[in-house]
């Protein structure tokens, strides 16, 4: 019963550095999604995939980008890291728009 | 501009009783609304859902309310137990005219006292 699956679930980077974020998810779900919540936030959508070939800006896309491998697997990649790239990122999926999105148990990202 | 607001950061409540929390939206295009639970270093859980052609769902001990004409909802739970102690989310669907973005209120924290 994995569910969602994200790597690493912590990562220290320099500023400047890249890194790519993974995750996959095993219920066959077309919808895929990456938030991140900072303190005292809610979760903020970066980008989602609707479905496999397609992806979509969310709230806060800037910085990052996003790739849509296979229906399994979104995974999220920050070019060149900033400080306030600092936060905890989150994967979820989903059957579709209005279904319940499950969460992966989230990535620890700090940025020196 | 926070389309989905939890006024109240924490809320404390005695094992047994009833626990309340509330949550207000601005957009009147949200036409459905989930609830999250979240524990501390664990992804959100999906708890519970209403779309508002009902003003009132129920599972087990959960209850949601909502009530359109003053873009409020609420999410019951009773009794309270102490493993109900986590962080409770509200979100809707359709911020930005899309469906598959959900907009989260900031959370409260529920602690629930044996």
């Known amino acids: 019963n994995a569910g969602v699956t994200q790597t690493p679930k912590f990562q220290v980077l320099k500023t400047g550095q890249s890194m790519t974020l993974q995750c996959a998810q095993d219920m066959n779900h077309n919808s895929m999604y990456w938030y991140r919540q900072d303190p005292g936030m809610g979760l903020r959508l970066i980008y989602y995939s609707a479905s496999e070939g397609t992806t979509d800006k969310g709230e806060v896309p800037n910085g990052y980008n996003v790739s849509r491998l296979n229906k399994r697997e979104f995974s999220l990649r920050l070019e060149s890291a900033a400080p306030s790239q600092t936060s905890v990122y989150f994967c979820?999926?989903?059957?579709?728009?209005?279904?319940?999105?499950?969460f992966g148990d989230g990535t620890r990202l700090s940025i020196l | 501009d926070q389309q989905v607001k939890q006024n109240s950061p924490s809320l404390s409540v005695q094992e047994g009783r009833i626990s309340i929390l509330n949550c207000d939206y601005t957009n009147s295009m949200f036409d459905y609304f989930l609830w999250y639970k979240k524990y501390p270093a664990e992804g959100p859980t999906f708890l519970i859902s209403?779309?508002?052609?009902?003003d009132k769902n129920e599972d087990g001990r959960f209850t949601v309310f909502l009530n359109k004409s003053a873009k409020h909802l609420s999410l019951h739970i009773v009794p309270s137990q102490p493993g109900d102690s986590a962080v409770y989310f509200c979100a809707a669907p359709n911020s930005g005219g899309s469906n598959y973005k959900l907009t989260f209120g900031k959370g409260t924290l529920l602690t629930v006292n044996p």
């Open positions: 209403i779309s508002s052609i009902k």
């Open positions: 979820a999926s989903s059957e579709g728009p209005y279904q319940p999105q499950h």
